[in-house]
């Protein structure tokens, strides 16, 4: 007897592969710190996932979140471009391809960065005058 | 008191000052007018002989002048004279008459005493006195039954001028009688029984043609000339008699009609034509009130009850919003007689489940066709007219009822009080047709009616479970057909399935489609479902070329005995696809029922092939 196979029609399901979940075994569900959803699903202002709502993987720590979740935490001034999860300054592992989210995403950390560094020239200059001050704004 | 009438009598009782005056010899005069008067029962009427009425002579004139002078005297004289008369009718009167025999009597009766009567010169009010006396005696005689068979064959049929002019003898002489009532009522009750006996002939189970105007045909051609004909001799009001006719056939009708009313429901919409025509003669609230008691009665008996198929029940839901806003398009019935049956379906779990597949199924002999229709009627056309002027709730409404719900659809999802339930469904159901491949347009038209209907933030699921279908033509291989799913937008029932191995084949392209695909979509990966999905494949056994589609794991186990002449048993097949038995003997024994494989022992399988081809 031969068989002989002409079609095999199958079905997969896809996941964000995230370091801490690449097990054989499947995956993990987790969620984005910000919203509390799962990578494999959309930030609160999108319809579908995936390609449409991506995620970011961050460099500096070790938090991801979706790109519009994390995007629009960094537009708050407040931010100062630190990750929400950890507070240490957020950086993300960029990926092969870009986009104009990503620029976006680039300047705001860039701005914040900016901040920063200028906050803390000034610091410096008033550091006899208001080092304790500034002791308690840096904490 | 039986006082026969003698000369001693009458003298005893009219007093002598007024007939002396005459001069005569009284007794005698009273002697003479007794003679004339005789006999007080016209004889040999039977033999239409009756005794002839002679005229009175002169001097029997004169005695009648003489003494029945005064009122008063005639007055008594006139009571002894029928109480004569009326102790002769006991004897002499013939019982056992046809009708028309004792129509033919009154008058010879009638006759012999008025003509008598005529000589005695009574004042208008002696001469009334007697006739009633008169026709109390007759009257008596008159047998009702004889009276009612009689008129019961002549009154409404045809009118030919032989009984014609029979009857018009017949009604004068019993309204000469003053039997003027009795004729009446029972020409109504005649009439009555006539129409409920046509009624019942011409109504009963007829529900797909009107018959309404042949109703009123059958009164105004057939009931009424014979009313009016009656009652132009009674001096009846005539006029008020025919719209009373045709309200007592309108409520017999209804009334008919109340007692078929859930089998006319039930063939619905054939029955068009009876309850349009319901509507129109179901005027009177207590009416209302049986229709609906009726109905909801029958339902009971018929329809909620555990041994009722839960489409049946629904499939008489519509029916009955149907045929009610017809009977009564304000919706105030519909609203009392659908409550039971609300209140019933909530109690079946297959509620959901039944209308979704009936909103989903265009196929015209389905049970609930109606629901597909409902879904594609555009939303506007049901908001009806009836918002345009206000009138104040009927009077038979329940408190709560509430105007213009008379949409089907939207009725049987005000069931439940969550609308969650039904885009479960309908996400499982288009989900499952997703899978097995079924055509994305026609779902996604379907789709489009659901939220014209729910709403669209509802369908978010579907929506994504569509695209990914969609996409999934980016991912078409050489064999391997790939659809990639976003796995927390299906459910996850359609999702989880015991894994198993793939032939090598398969499993080599899938790998080559899981590295493209992490190339096309960095930072993501896939997950194959091996068990979800279809394949198919042709077989070469006995020279002969056969084709199959069927399950990935029936294919992964006839991929066994590819080109292998040796048996393989089960504990073999289990192992190489990661199974458990008794799932691998399932997949076998799948092959053994299409007869490509034989089964060897209860455990060894074989291809079965005829032996020149080994
Ligand atoms: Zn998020
Ligand atoms: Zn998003
Ligand atoms: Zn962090």
Redesign the pocket.
């Given at each position: 007897m031969k068989v002989k196979i002409l079609e095999w029609k199958s079905f997969a399901t896809w996941h964000w592969d995230l370091a801490t979940s690449a097990d054989d075994s499947g995956y993990v569900e987790e969620l984005c710190g910000i919203c509390r959803v799962s990578f494999d699903g959309?930030?609160p202002?999108?319809k579908y996932p995936g390609d449409?709502?991506p995620i970011v993987l961050g460099s500096g720590c070790t938090h991801n979140f979706?790109?519009?979740?994390i995007l629009k935490w960094l537009e708050q001034e407040s931010s100062k471009g630190l990750c929400p999860m950890c507070r240490q300054i957020f950086t993300f592992k960029e990926p092969e391809q870009t986009s104009d989210v990503l620029i976006n995403l680039k300047t705001l950390i860039d701005g914040h960065r900016v901040m920063r560094e200028r906050f803390q020239q000034g610091n410096e200059q008033e550091f006899e005058a208001f080092g304790a001050d500034q002791d308690l704004q840096m904490a | 008191m039986n006082i026969e009438i003698t000369s001693k009598v009458i003298s005893q009782i009219i007093p002598r000052p007024g007939l002396y005056d005459l001069g005569g010899d009284l007794d005698n005069d009273i002697q003479i007018v007794l003679d004339w008067l005789s006999p007080y029962y016209p004889e040999n009427l039977n033999n239409n002989k009756p005794t002839k009425i002679v005229d009175p002579s002169v001097r029997v004139k004169k005695a009648i002048h003489g003494y029945l002078k005064h009122e008063s005297n005639q007055i008594e004289f006139v009571m002894v004279y029928i109480n004569t008369i009326s102790s002769q009718f006991e004897t002499k009167f013939v019982a056992d008459l046809s009708f028309l025999e004792y129509i033919h009597m009154v008058r010879q009766l009638s006759h012999y005493y008025n003509c008598h009567l005529d000589y005695l010169n009574l004042t208008n009010r002696s001469r009334m006195i007697f006739t009633r006396k008169l026709n109390l005696l007759i009257n008596s005689k008159l047998s009702h039954t004889k009276m009612e068979e009689y008129f019961a064959e002549r009154l409404f049929g045809d009118l030919s001028s032989q009984s014609h002019f029979e009857l018009i003898d017949v009604i004068t002489t019993l309204t000469s009688i003053n039997l003027t009532n009795e004729l009446n009522s029972t020409m109504i009750q005649l009439a009555i029984s006539t129409i409920k006996r046509n009624i019942k002939e011409i109504a009963t189970e007829k529900w797909t043609v009107p018959i309404l105007d042949s109703i009123n045909n059958c009164i105004t051609t057939q009931i009424y000339p014979t009313f009016s004909l009656v009652t132009s001799y009674t001096e009846s009001p005539a006029a008020s008699y025919l719209s009373s006719l045709n309200t007592t056939a309108h409520d017999e009708l209804v009334h008919l009609r109340i007692s078929e009313i859930y089998t006319m429901v039930s063939t619905y919409p054939s029955s068009i034509p009876a309850l349009e025509e319901l509507h129109l003669c179901l005027t009177s609230s207590t009416k209302r009130r049986q229709l609906t008691t009726s109905f909801i009665d029958s339902m009971r008996k018929h329809l909620l009850h555990s041994g009722a198929d839960t489409v049946d029940i629904i499939h008489i839901y519509i029916k009955t919003m149907q045929s009610f806003l017809i009977i009564d398009p304000r919706g105030v019935l519909l609203d009392q007689v659908i409550r039971p049956a609300r209140k019933y379906l909530r109690t079946r779990d297959d509620v959901v489940i039944k209308l979704v597949h009936g909103m989903l199924n265009n196929n015209p002999s389905s049970k609930l066709y109606e629901l597909a229709v409902e879904l594609t009627r555009k939303q506007e056309s049901i908001v009806r007219d009836e918002g345009l002027k206000w009138t104040p709730d009927p009077i038979d409404a329940l408190a709560d009822f509430k105007r213009g719900k008379h949409d089907v659809i939207e009725s049987l999802l005000s069931i439940f009080t969550s609308k969650e339930v039904f885009i479960d469904e309908f996400t499982r159901l288009f989900g499952k047709q997703l899978i097995e491949g079924g055509d994305v347009q026609d779902i996604e038209e379907k789709l489009v009616l659901l939220k014209s209907r729910f709403g669209n933030d509802l369908f978010t699921m579907l929506d994504i479970m569509i695209r990914d279908i969609r996409q999934s033509g980016l991912y078409q291989g050489d064999l391997l057909r790939m659809s990639v799913l976003s796995h927390l937008y299906w459910p996850s029932s359609m999702l989880e399935h015991d894994s198993f191995s793939v032939p090598d084949l398969i499993q080599q392209r899938f790998d080559e489609f899981k590295s493209q695909f992490i190339n096309d979509k960095p930072g993501r990966t896939v997950k194959h479902i091996p068990s979800l999905g279809s394949v198919t494949l042709e077989l070469e056994i006995n020279h002969e070329t056969k084709s199959f589609v069927v399950t990935p794991l029936q294919a992964a186990i006839i991929d066994l005995f590819n080109e292998k002449s040796d048996e393989v048993s089960v504990n073999d097949a289990a192992t190489k696809l990661s199974i458990s038995e008794y799932t691998a003997t399932q997949a076998l024994n799948f092959w053994v029922d299409e007869k490509v494989l034989m089964k060897l022992t209860s455990t060894l399988y074989i291809a079965n092939e005829d032996d020149e081809s080994f």
């Open positions: 959309t930030c202002n999108c449409d709502c979706h790109l519009h979740c | -």
